[in-house]
């Protein structure tokens, strides 16, 4: 495999996915609901910072599955937390039942747990 096109892919797939957080905030800026774009913001700096810090080049040993969940444990918790905080309309009874239409979509996002297995970054190195 190609070393330079996996971190292209590590980091491009990883900003791809946080991009959301960065609109809501510039979003939620130009509306003035600043506690909102602070913490879209807050969320989004976060996620980068959990990107590299996960990147599989730096731990070349670990699973890859292992890395990507650290990385999705984060993106999920922080995407709750940007609903939370963005649509307060969610807070009010009988409202929680839009959030939970969205929990089977989360399922997607484990297709690459199964689709790693248990290759590692060292690993996919050596296979060229």
């Known amino acids: 495999m190609n070393e330079r096109g996996a971190r292209i892919g590590w980091i491009g797939g990883g900003l791809g996915s946080l991009l959301f957080m960065l609109v809501f905030s510039v979003v939620w800026t130009v509306q003035g609901h600043y506690p909102g774009a602070a913490v ?9 910072g959990a990107l590299v810090w996960n990147a599989p080049w730096r731990f070349p040993e670990t699973e890859l599955r292992i890395l990507y969940l650290r990385f999705l444990a984060y993106y999920l918790v922080a995407s709750v937390i940007l609903v939370w905080v963005g649509f ?6 009988g409202q929680w039942m839009t959030l939970a239409r969205l929990a089977p979509m989360a399922l997607v996002l484990m297709v690459p747990v199964f689709t790693l297995g248990t290759k590692t970054w060292q690993s996919l190195q050596c296979a060229e």
């Open 40 to 48: 879209a913001l807050a969320c989004f700096l976060a996620g980068m």
């Open 88 to 93: 307060p309309e969610i807070r009010e009874p």
